[in-house]
């Protein structure tokens, strides 16, 4: 805006406070209303929206017949309060008011926000006060909508009486995953729609259902107040052992890209009539991550832990890894044209040339950073992962390279700062940012720093000014409760599930079209064989499980297809840690072969392979043996075979971390079990001339060995982050399976070794009796073997970046 328009701007707004005859004669174009939750709407005539507080001290100003919120209580209109100009230039405006204790604020990045209620708690307020926090981490698990949009207008409500008015950015992970059943919401019927998790939309090969999550999620999320999503994951997944890979569009830069690319596309471009508006009512800032990919670990461990540290590239294959991020969210083809935050990655980058960087995990790599800021020319906001600066021994930290407990967290920040980062994930408290303030100062003077500060505040105001949130914070709480998860969201969430499960086996066609009639029919009788889950404990979240028999199935939705019968589990035989009964590995007594007989096929429910610890805690190291094998089959596996590694790729603090000879551990290794015995069933059905089909229904993470498997099974289905009730629409004919394999199912685990870590679908794959491949974009449908334009188009090799 020119000089001379504020200056007329201004001289308006000063009239109208020297008095009442020549403020009345300003048009007002503009109408208020009180809403019943509390807050004052304001809709400007061909313009903004704006929604406020009466009691928090901001007032309305009236500049050319528009409403303008006098954020700052100036009595003027300040660029930054100007809503017809750009994000850009509020931004500037506004950083440079910022104290530095203001824009350290900005840079901080709450810890989780767990069991909201309708009010905030002191340390909440303390959080936006004090330590001037103004990206607030939702992680709550229990919140309904009303009260999680209840606490979205207290929030807004007290950040708005508060200096500069700077609204909450509020984020939140991934919330729609429908086998983890709605975590973050527990209304069943109304919480968010449900879709297959990021491994499962990529088995659909189809970006524009992408896109259609995006659009529905973002929009799901802005009606709970979430601006920001701390999404989509998009490493590419190229070693199958890695725990993270059901977050991830699989192993295919390809395919990965084009998910990736709509996805974010969907999420920060709202549509209008069919146009692209860009930035808008229902659109979220989309934060890729995890720059420049973490899916390299090595040999599948998982940069959370120490242990899996060190990221690989056997295979030279860095570049590649990039694929996603520089051809899919760095260049979207909507009007928002890139992701406007980016996750940097837990991993240090090895390279025995020091080609990949300094060894320091990417959050500190002035190589990493600095890759995206200058070949990619990316301006928009970098944030660390959780607990990068975090001091070891103080809880969860994840300081790779920095992990001196005689730093202080202040040099951590510091060293982040230097290398490119705006923001710290996991961090309430602004001390250490000031700290690092001081250290630039002392080695760059006042003035550089002071610049860089609001280098990153511009950044950080931006994502918040491109939400509208500046004008308009606050929730609609019966428009919430109403939307949310409408039917029309469910069942679009719900065909994607359909179309991601992926029959890899239909042996004579047991899974095929349903009768006309089938409405009709009696119900099927279903042996549905228990499954038993040892103990297991989270230690960095206190997370603790005791062992149990279980229904490997959600019995409510089974129970409106088939009749379930099952086996009994005997009283308890010993207790856990607490006291309480627990089951143990014998208390079950397996249903007869000759009751199972009278079924009409087993349904054999099963996860993957699942090994012993978690990404927290030491997932492929055992204190007592040190390194262990990740393995992706049920029975036991020693990896001694020719392609294991003798010694460890990243050896840099002189210690191996090879695992040759050791043996894996498997948790959930009984899951096999349950298929084990529906086959021993069928061959008792067979004695008397009886057909019983063995059908398994894979509840799958990543790939797995399926030797072990399918021998046994008639058919197979398998799903990514689905509901139940898809896999059942599917086994009983109500709709044809789409779905293809997003990443390779290796023949072994010799092939598993002998995959490198970096290297996109260079696996042996699995063949089943029947003679089909479990490759990458390989699926069956009631016909037999897809071949579509989606298997052509990403069928072909790999697309490797250079």
């Not at 606490?151 to 807004?156: D, R, S, Y």
């Not at 990529?202 to 259609?212: L, S, V, Y």
Request: hydrophobic share 35%; with cysteine; charged share 25%.
């Amino acid at each position: 805006m020119t000089k001379k328009r504020y200056i007329a701007l201004t001289a308006a707004v000063l009239c109208g406070l020297m008095g009442s005859q020549c403020f009345a004669a300003e048009q007002k174009d503009y109408t208020e209303t009180q809403t019943a939750d509390g807050w004052t709407r304001v809709e400007n005539k061909d313009g903004a929206t704006l929604g406020y507080k009466k009691d928090s001290g901001v007032k309305i100003l009236t500049v050319d017949g528009k409403a303008f919120k006098d954020m700052n209580r100036n009595g003027k209109l300040d660029p930054y309060e100007d809503w017809r100009l750009t994000p850009e230039e509020r931004a500037k405006d506004l950083a440079s008011q910022l104290s530095t204790e203001d824009i350290a604020g900005l840079m901080l990045y709450s810890a989780h926000q767990r069991n909201l209620q309708t009010e905030l708690n002191d340390e909440q307020k303390k959080m936006l006060k004090e330590d001037h926090v103004r990206t607030v981490l939702n992680a709550d698990n229990t919140a309904t909508v009303e009260t999680t949009a209840k606490w979205n207008n207290a929030l807004q409500s007290y950040a708005e009486s508060l200096p500069f008015a700077i609204p909450a950015n509020t984020s939140s992970d991934p919330r729609s995953d429908a086998r983890a059943n709605g975590v973050y919401l527990k209304e069943v019927k109304k919480g968010v729609s449900r879709w297959p998790n990021n491994l499962g939309l990529a088995a659909t090969f189809d970006p524009q259902i992408a896109r259609q999550f995006g659009e529905i999620s973002s929009k799901e999320f802005r009606l709970l107040g979430i601006g920001t999503g701390l999404s989509p994951q998009i490493d590419l997944a190229t070693d199958p052992r890695w725990t993270r890979d059901y977050g991830t569009f699989g192993e295919d830069p390809a395919l990965s890209r084009d998910m990736a690319q709509a996805t974010m596309d969907g999420a920060q471009s709202t549509q209008e009539n069919g146009k692209d508006k860009g930035w808008g009512k229902y659109s979220i800032n989309a934060m890729m991550k995890h720059w420049p990919g973490d899916g390299v670990g090595e040999s599948g461990r998982e940069a959370h832990s120490k242990y899996g540290k060190y990221a690989v590239y056997p295979g030279d294959n860095f570049q590649t890894q990039l694929t996603p991020f520089a051809l899919g969210g760095l260049k979207l083809p909507g009007k928002t044209k890139e992701a406007s935050a980016v996750m940097a990655s837990y991993s240090i980058a090895w390279s025995e040339d020091g080609s990949l960087g300094d060894k320091v995990g990417s959050a500190y790599s002035k190589f990493k950073i600095g890759l995206l800021r200058n070949k990619y020319h990316y301006d928009g906001v970098i944030c660390t992962d959780w607990c990068v600066t975090r001091t070891p021994g103080k809880g969860l930290s994840t300081a790779w390279g920095y992990e001196d407990t005689n730093l202080t967290e202040g040099y951590r920040h510091y060293q982040a700062l230097m290398a490119g980062v705006d923001q710290f994930g996991g961090n309430n408290d602004k001390v250490p940012v000031l700290e690092a303030y001081d250290m630039g100062v002392k080695e760059h003077g006042k003035k550089w720093m002071d610049e860089r500060f609001q280098t990153s505040a511009k950044r950080l105001l931006k994502n918040i000014f491109q939400l509208g949130l500046f004008e308009n914070p606050y929730l609609d709480v019966a428009e919430s409760v109403r939307e949310v998860g409408n039917d029309a969201d469910m069942q679009a969430g719900y065909t994607a599930q359909l179309k991601s499960i992926v029959m890899l086996k239909n042996k004579d066609g047991v899974i095929h079209k349903a009768a006309k009639n089938a409405q009709n029919a009696q119900k099927p009788t279903v042996y549905v064989p228990m499954i038993f889950r040892p103990a297991t404990e989270v230690k960095a979240f206190k997370i603790y499980t005791p062992a149990h028999w279980s229904l490997p199935i959600d019995e409510a939705a089974a129970s409106e297809y088939f009749n379930i019968v099952t086996d009994t589990v005997k009283a308890p035989s010993d207790v856990d840690r607490d006291g309480k009964p627990m089951a143990a590995a014998g208390d079950i007594e397996r249903l007869a072969p000759e009751a199972v007989a009278k079924a009409d096929f087993v349904l054999a429910a099963i996860d993957n392979p699942t090994n012993k610890g978690n990404q927290f805690d030491g997932l492929g190291y055992d204190p007592a043996v040190g390194y262990i094998p990740l393995s992706l089959q049920y029975g036991t596996y020693t990896a001694d075979g020719a392609h294991v590694r003798r010694h460890s790729i990243a050896h840099d603090e002189g210690e191996d971390r090879s695992y040759y000879g050791k043996t894996a551990e498997i948790i959930n290794s009984t899951d096999l079990d349950s298929v084990t015995y529906g086959r021993k069933c069928a061959d008792v059905a067979a004695q008397s001339g009886k057909k019983l089909p063995v059908i398994t229904m894979v509840h799958a993470l990543k790939p797995m060995v399926f030797s072990e498997v399918e021998p046994l099974s008639d058919a197979i289905l398998v799903g990514y982050g689905v509901s139940d009730t898809a896999y059942f629409d599917i086994l009983m004919g109500n709709f044809e399976p789409q779905g293809l394999l997003p990443m390779q199912q290796p023949k072994d685990m010799d092939a598993v070794e002998a995959q490198k870590e970096d290297v996109p679908r260079d696996m042996a794959c699995y063949t089943d009796s029947e003679g089909h491949t479990y490759d990458f974009a390989y699926g069956l449908n009631w016909k037999g073997v897809i071949k579509d334009a989606r298997a052509a188009k990403y069928g072909v090799p790999a697309l490797h970046v250079k």
